[in-house]
T-cell receptor, first 113, second 118 residues
Framework: KQEVTQIPAALSVPEGENLVLNCSFT??????LQWFRQDPGKGLTSLLL?????REQTSGRLNASLDKSSGRSTLYIAASQPGDSATYLC????????????FGAGTQVVVTP | DAGVIQSPRHEVTEMGQEVTLRCKPI?????LFWYRQTMMRGLELLIY????????DSGMPEDRFSAKMPNASFSTLKIQPSEPRDSAVYFC????????????????FGEGSRLTVL
């Protein structure tokens, strides 16, 4: 059974520092991996989607890498801002289940001014 | 453009009562997903539909839960009778699965319905 783990569960950094968020998964048979952001009391917003054939994806200050063979993905957020404070979740789409994304528990990030 | 719309945003009810949660997906999307989020279990997929047809309901906890999608623009999740352990945030998400291409898996979430069962 696919398991997705995000460590640490919480992270606090001063404004301007780069953020590094980790996601690991146990089964490398995936179509893709997504990173989401969730603000308190809100739904999830998709940030980046990396196909299994890709090594990384970039959008603005965000960069996500994927090492499928080792079961790891990393989300980098450059020059963090207080507005980046949120919970970040990763989710993998297993190849044996069309619609079932498997989510990690998330990393709660606080960026202090 | 309007995103996924869920109602009600908050629901407080007493054990044993029927609860109905509603979802309007993004226009043009043909796949709809119901998730439940709790502190203990995180995000769990309950059921998903493709072209209004339920594809996999193996995540529905028990027979007290039912979901329908009578048309492309509306879905309901019903809990009858409700129990305190059903307290959670219920999310609806929609996606576009082109019939002639591989599905990307990108999901668009609503803001959720927070259910409290006393």
């Amino acid at each position: 059974k696919q398991e997705v783990t995000q460590i640490p569960a919480a992270l606090s950094v001063p404004e301007g520092e780069n953020l590094v968020l980790n996601c690991s998964f146990t089964d490398s048979a995936i179509y893709n991996l997504q990173w989401f952001r969730q603000d308190p009391g809100k739904g999830l917003t998709s940030l980046l989607l990396i196909q299994s054939s890709q090594r990384e994806q970039t959008s603005g200050r965000l960069n996500a890498s994927l090492d499928k063979s080792s079961g790891r993905s990393t989300l980098y957020i450059a020059a963090s801002q207080p507005g980046d404070s949120a919970t970040y979740l990763c989710a993998v789409r297993p190849t044996d289940s069309w619609g079932k994304l498997q989510f990690g528990a998330g990393t709660q990030v606080v960026v202090t001014p | 453009d309007a995103g996924v719309i869920q109602s009600p945003r908050h629901e407080v009810t007493e054990m044993g009562q029927e609860v109905t949660l509603r979802c309007k997906p993004i226009s043009g999307h043909n796949s709809l997903f119901w998730y439940r989020q709790t502190m203990m279990r995180g995000l769990e997929l309950l059921i998903y539909f493709n072209n209004n047809v339920p594809i996999d309901d193996s995540g529905m906890p028990e027979d007290r839960f039912s979901a329908k999608m009578p048309n492309a623009s509306f879905s309901t999740l019903k809990i009858q009778p409700s129990e305190p352990r059903d307290s959670a945030v219920y999310f609806c998400a929609s996606s576009l699965w082109p019939p002639d291409r591989e599905w990307t898996g990108e999901l668009f979430f609503g803001e959720g319905s927070r259910l409290t069962v006393l």
